[in-house]
């Protein structure tokens, strides 16, 4: 939606000294009307560019510029004026036509350069500097920034990095908002570093080393000014250290040695949320921070595309959030070439959260500042909260352009829901997890794999059912490519199976696929086939049925035709439908325990069950394993879902619903990939004579209470617990 800031855009710009209007190019127009109950009503609507050249800070002694002949333009694709006897409530205005400006926001609009080679540094400053990059802001205010690099050394010191800004709808003068340095003094001192200023910020970044001691140091810093809209008025800080010692320091006789120290403190000030769309959004975080928690943002890098990202913001200002660490970078004595290692331990507040962040490596030197922490290796994360455990971990190693080997695994566990835990090597993509595991070998051969297992179920995926309770995921894939896919010419092989076991029904499916292709420019034959196994719990003469499916296709495309045709087989018991589950689990004989003094809880356990009752069609025996319990026992009756109460009382009181039951689903409810809705009709409790007769009534007095008894909290979804009533 637009602002009225950026209607007046053009109008605003003009205005500025530093801008100058080129032309205004007018692409087209159309004419809408309208007829309303209340009048009528016109529309003109104008496709309107507007064009700037710019000089700043001046024209007459400018240092940067934007080339008249390729200038900043801004284009509205629908802008114009109505003319109208009614307003926007449909009620008569007077006078009875009146002209409004209207924009139609569905057509958006466009602000940019119209080319990179529009931004221009005056001689001889551009045979020095380059310009990196430039950024319009859409947001009030709207500026209009630009980074510009040195293009040559100057030595000893030098500046790389230059921002400036230039505010478009305010009439004020140009600001520096960063400033790159870098020291290289010969056989004393060399580091880099960056300064950085916004409307509520000012931080930076630098890492120096003492060439005469190999003492390397790397620190980052940062003071945020909080706004009263965002829980202010407050002062947030945030301080990063990284110390690199030249040599080990001794852990005694283990061999091993301390080659660096970590540190951060913040004081409001949280962590960036990356990875939000993940089940362990930490290890995220740290893989985005590249194994740095100590570090505001990650240093720019370049893209394939011979770019420069701008690096990742790592912490943010957030009011009463508070965050401490401390790390340390271990190795073995010979130089840490077997195994170095840098862990950081991580607290914050309010919570109170712990993070342990674990970056191990082998065979490898110890990294550089630049690269403490990388990715290569292995990279762990510990969480701790009140609401959960998390572990991530994301094992990678890669020869270059002969191998790559990337394994992500992570485990959860809840401590509000003892069902909500999970355990991946691996995932599949419609899960919330870390991705597959995945194998590169020469650029030519990809393999995929994963094995997930979880304590809530799993969900359909592709041709396989849905779990529900305790499931287990498998799947693997592999593909081969050999030639050119861009020009036409390759060969293309693969395959892969995915499969699930669940057993609250018995339930075992798994999908295999096999497909290839040959293309040679205009021609393509290729082949797949596609095998789905069911092995289902069921009802009848046999406890276990069987369902086979498949299908394979083939294809000629020549061009501009194309033939294919598929062949399917079907064997097993067709229709295989899983066995009902009964509503009932157990009925169990509780306790009762009223409130006792110390030392007289001695006769039967306390709040704990005394025993399951007998299951029998008819009267049990008189031999049968009944349970012996005090007159004060409660009956609690196990069900494995939520019904729905069609009817049923107890002893005259027509039951409560279960509480906090969502009836969208008209009660039902998934499980083993099928959908069942449970009706609770009848309960009844008998007393039963020594004859078998009935006696009436079942119990003395009146009032007898029911109540549901669920371990999901008051507002948590029901449907996948046990209940009691």
Not at 241 to 262: A, E, M, Q, Y
Not at 378 to 385: F, N, Q, R, Y
Not at 557 to 570: H, L, M, Q, T, Y
């Amino acid at each position: 939606m637009i602002t009225g800031a950026e209607l007046a855009l053009p109008p605003l710009i003009a205005a500025l000294p530093w801008f100058t209007v080129e032309r205004v190019i007018l692409h087209g127009a159309e004419y809408l009307a309208r007829w309303h109950v209340a009048g009528s009503e016109g529309n003109i609507y104008f496709d309107l560019e507007a064009c700037w050249s710019a000089s700043l800070p001046s024209e007459n002694d400018w240092l940067v510029r934007i080339d008249p002949a390729a200038p900043l333009s801004v284009r509205y694709k629908a802008i114009g004026v109505r003319l109208s006897d009614f307003d926007d409530d449909g009620a008569p205005i007077a006078p009875r036509y009146e002209f409004r400006p209207v924009f139609d926001s569905s057509r958006g609009y466009t602000i940019g350069l119209q080319n990179s080679g529009g931004l221009m540094l005056r001689p001889p400053f551009d045979r020095i500097f380059k310009i990196l990059g430039a950024r319009l802001s859409r947001i009030n205010p709207m500026t209009f920034e630009v980074e510009i690099g040195m293009g040559v050394d100057f030595g000893v010191v030098s500046f790389d990095r230059l921002g400036i800004r230039a505010y478009l709808d305010q009439p004020r003068p140009p600001e520096i908002t960063s400033i790159g340095a870098r020291v290289d003094i010969p056989g004393a001192l060399v580091g880099d570093g960056y300064l950085s200023i916004s409307k509520t910020k000012i931080g930076g970044q630098i890492d120096l080393t003492v060439r005469a001691i190999g003492l390397r140091v790397a620190g980052a810093l940062e003071i945020a000014d909080i706004s009263e809209a965002e829980g202010g008025p407050a002062t947030g800080l945030f301080v990063g250290l990284d110390l690199l010692l030249p040599v080990g320091i001794p852990l005694g006789s283990t061999g091993l040695g301390i080659f660096g120290f970590r540190g951060l403190f913040g004081m409001h000030y949280a962590r960036t949320p990356i990875g939000a769309d993940k089940s362990v959004p930490s290890i995220e975080w740290l893989k985005a921070a590249k194994g740095r928690p100590n570090l505001l943002k990650t240093e720019p890098a370049q893209t394939e595309e011979e770019e420069e990202d701008s690096g990742v913001i790592l912490w943010e200002p957030r009011i009463d959030r508070w965050s401490f660490g401390v790390g340390t970078i271990i190795g073995t004595m010979e130089g840490g070439v077997l195994l170095n290692l840098d862990g950081t331990l991580l607290l914050e507040l309010p919570g109170p959260n712990i993070l342990i962040a674990l970056n191990a490596r082998f065979l490898t030197p110890p990294p550089a500042m630049e690269e403490a922490g990388g990715v290569g290796g292995v990279l762990a994360v510990l969480e701790i909260t009140p609401q959960h455990i998390a572990i991530g971990i994301y094992a990678t190693y890669e020869i270059e352009k002969l191998i790559e080997i990337k394994i992500p695994a992570e485990a959860f566990f809840s401590t509000g829901n003892l069902r909500k835990w999970h355990f991946y090597l691996g995932a599949r993509p419609d899960v919330q997890g870390p991705g597959p595991a995945v194998v590169r070998v020469l650029g030519i051969v990809d393999g995929t794999g994963y094995l997930m297992i979880r304590g809530e179920g799993l969900q359909a995926y592709k041709d396989l059912p849905g779990i529900t309770g305790f499931g287990i995921g498998i799947g693997a894939g592999a593909s081969f490519i050999w030639g050119d896919t861009d020009i036409g010419l390759y060969l293309k092989v693969g395959g892969g199976f995915d499969a699930v076991v669940g057993f609250d029904p018995m339930l075992i499916s798994g999908t295999m696929s096999v497909y290839g292709e040959l293309r040679l420019f205009i021609v393509s034959v290729g082949a797949d086939v596609h095998l789905t196994v069911t092995v289902r719990e069921q009802d009848g003469p046999l406890p276990i049925a069987v369902r086979v499916d498949g299908k394979a296709c083939g294809h000629v495309d020549f061009f501009f035709f194309e033939i294919s045709e598929c062949v399917s087989i079907s064997f097993g018991t067709p229709g295989i439908e899983p066995n009902v589950p009964g509503l009932i689990g157990k009925v169990a004989l509780k306790s009762r325990s009223p409130a006792l003094t110390q030392g007289t809880g001695v006769d039967r356990p306390i709040d704990g069950s005394l025993g399951d009752a007998h299951e029998s069609v008819g009267v049990p025996a008189a031999n049968a394993p009944l349970p012996v319990v005090p007159i004060d026992s409660i009956p609690v009756i196990t069900m494995l879902a939520p019904p729905v109460i069609e009817g049923a009382a107890f002893l005259g009181t027509t039951l409560a619903p279960p509480p906090n039951l969502d009836m969208t689903d008209n009660g039902f409810v998934d499980r083993g990939g099928e959908r069942y809705r449970y009706g609770l009709q009848v309960l009844e409790l008998e007393r039963i004579a020594p004859d078998g007769s009935v006696i009436d009534p079942p119990v003395l007095g009146i009032g007898t209470p029911t109540r549901w008894w669920t371990q999901q909290g008051a507002t948590g979804d029901p449907r996948q617990r046990n209940w009691r009533c």
